[in-house]
């Protein structure tokens, strides 16, 4: 699905959005020494970072050492080109851009912010993860995700079908099924 688009391009971007918000703990993770390691290892060769309004700073890095490269920057007014020319999407769970990232077939790696106060992105994220659309992670499990992920394994959303996924936010509302 997606992500190895041209295997002559040798640079694979890894592409993490926070949103609109502060996401600190999932910018920490993924600006790890392991997490950035384990992308390397998988072969990507980029990472830019879409922090947000987050306070922590990635580490940035030209990958002149034979590690990957680490860019970052607060916001755009529009992230559609990011996520095109990425080859592994980790994202917030948003809605908008969980849907987006599908819709472009690219290898998605939702995380969870368990800070958040009600948090029904969750469910989303755990119930498109069950269906093997995405993988689904929290900040502390980032690098184990990972490392065992293979993104062959992801099965393409079919865009057109909402129906599923609206029954099942319906019911986790309290709706019932017409």
Do not use: W
């Not at 559609?80 to 290898?107: D, M, N």
């Not at 993860?129 to 990972?146: G, S, V």
């Amino acid at each position: 699905m997606g992500g190895d688009d041209d295997i002559s391009d040798p640079k694979r971007v890894v592409f993490v959005t926070v949103g609109t918000t502060s996401f600190d703990s999932l910018v920490r993770a993924v600006d790890s020494r392991e997490v950035r390691e384990a992308l390397f290892k998988k072969g990507y060769t980029d990472l830019v970072i879409q922090m947000g309004r987050g306070s922590y700073i990635p580490s940035k890095s030209a990958a002149e050492d034979g590690s990957i490269s680490v860019d970052y920057f607060t916001f755009s007014s529009s992230i559609a080109e990011y996520l095109k020319s990425a080859s592994l999407v980790i994202s917030h769970a948003g809605s908008g851009s969980i849907f987006e990232t599908l819709r472009l077939r690219k290898p998605l790696i939702v995380v969870v912010n368990e800070d958040l106060m009600d948090n029904h992105q969750s469910e989303l994220a755990e119930e498109l993860a069950e269906r093997k659309h995405l993988f689904c992670a929290r900040p502390q499990t980032l690098y184990d995700t990972i490392s065992a992920m293979d993104p062959s394994s992801l099965v393409p959303y079919q865009p057109g079908d909402a129906m599923p996924v609206a029954r099942f936010i319906n019911r986790f509302l309290g709706f019932t099924d017409e």
